[in-house]
């Protein structure tokens, strides 16, 4: 965990989410640096919403004893970059597979997240992930939610995990 | 070497089948689920089949049983590549037939590895 997250967690932050976020800062470095060959180096958290405004935001829900979802929140050109990199291939391939490629991460990301919840005896099952691709969209959490900003740099550019846990505090 | 790939995403069937490619293994059949998994094992049968768990139609395990299921099919090795990652999904896994395990995220190196030793045994 860096320490930001954990300046984070000495905060008056919710403590499920404190140690969901701990979990994302993790895998989402561990995936970035597998996957595509990429160091992303984390910011600070941020115990708020709405999720940050992105032209590719790929969606996992996740349910069981936590419930809520985790999304990948990133510009087009970091989508293609990413995109670029998992595939090995062109850009002219990758083109074609922003959308599942943002997918996929999101999808590593919310499967090692519920491998490390398991392990702190957490029951999860994910969703299929749901990419939404476009230039002028906002999301909103309509429940009394805890919610959490992850920001992380790769290169020159900005990209978010954003959590949205419900229930549990 | 023939390599079937089984996954519902075409993105990771890609990323698994350049990463493949890059090895040296030119060869590789592609299906987007189960059922097209079995009609492809008709048409011939793999050195090695890699399929994901998380699919329509037929999920991961079950496609792997339907495999075995098959006397020309007992012995050919599966890798499952999956985030299916506690210790009761291998479990489940390894009872349905698969020979090894992959968990995303992946290396490159970690595929080469597995794909590999299974060839070995096999």
Known sequence: ?169 | MRVLVVDDSSTMRRIIVNTLKKLGHEDTVEAGDGKEALRALAAGVPDVIVTDWNMPEMNGPQFVEAVRSQPALAKTPVLMVTTQAAKEDVIIALQAGVNDYLIKPFTPEALKEKIQSLTRKS
């Open chain 1, 1 to 169: 965990m860096s320490t930001a997250a954990t300046k984070a967690v000495a905060t008056d932050a919710p403590p499920m989410v404190e140690v969901m976020v701990a979990a994302l800062v993790d895998v989402t470095k561990d995936i970035f640096a597998t996957m595509v060959d990429r160091t992303v180096e984390f910011g600070e958290p941020s115990y708020r919403g709405p999720q940050p405004t992105a032209n590719v935001v790929a969606a996992v829900g996740f349910a069981g004893t936590l419930s809520g979802y985790v999304s990948l929140c990133v510009s087009k050109d970091a989508a293609l970059e990413i995109a670029q990199a998992l595939l090995g291939s062109s850009a002219e391939e990758a083109d074609a597979h922003v959308r599942d490629a943002a997918g996929e991460m999101a999808n590593m990301i919310a499967g090692s997240v519920r491998t490390q919840m398991t392990d702190k005896g957490e029951t999860l099952g994910i969703s299929t992930p749901i990419v939404t691709v476009g230039t002028d969209f906002s999301t909103a959490a309509l429940r009394d939610v805890s919610q959490a900003v992850c920001p992380f740099k790769m290169g020159a550019h900005s990209l978010f995990v954003y959590l949205v846990l419900q229930g549990r505090k």
